[in-house]
Nanobody
Framework: QVQLVESGGGLVQPGGSLRLSCAASGFTFSTYAMSWYRQAPGKERELVARISSTGGSTNYADSVKDRFTISRDNAKNTLYLQMNRLKPQDTAVYYC??????????WGQGTQVIVSS
């Protein structure tokens, strides 16, 4: 069955960087576009970034544009999110899944990112 395992979160100071990973299994990863989402306390889950199946096309939420970079390694069935110049408002649990409208019903446990001094 589909498994999505996020990792790489942690506590970081404002202005710092983190790299998140998402290990995918149970489906043909290389044939699907993928996305990163996040959910802050008391808020709905929001789309952060999207990448095409080949990695040739990416899109970002305005709030993270020019700070975050989504990438993938189809040989390793792994999705990445490089997060730079982190801000306290980036604090959230981060998840990976297929893009909105075609997301898998099963979500991973997510990885917690806390940006605080």
């Amino acid at each position: 069955q589909v498994q999505l395992v996020e990792s790489g979160g942690g506590l970081v100071q404002p202005g710092g960087s983190l790299r998140l990973s998402c290990a995918a299994s149970g489906f043909t990863f290389s044939t699907y576009a993928m996305s990163w989402y996040r959910q802050a306390p008391g808020k709905e889950r929001e789309l952060v970034a999207r990448i095409s199946s080949t990695g040739g096309s990416t899109n970002y939420a305005d709030s993270v544009k020019d700070r975050f970079t989504i990438s993938r390694d189809n040989a390793k069935n792994t999705l990445y999110l490089q997060m730079n110049r982190l801000k306290p408002q980036d604090t959230a649990v981060y998840y990976c899944n297929r893009p909105p409208g075609v997301s898998f019903a099963s979500w991973g446990q997510g990885t917690q990112v806390i940006v605080s001094s």
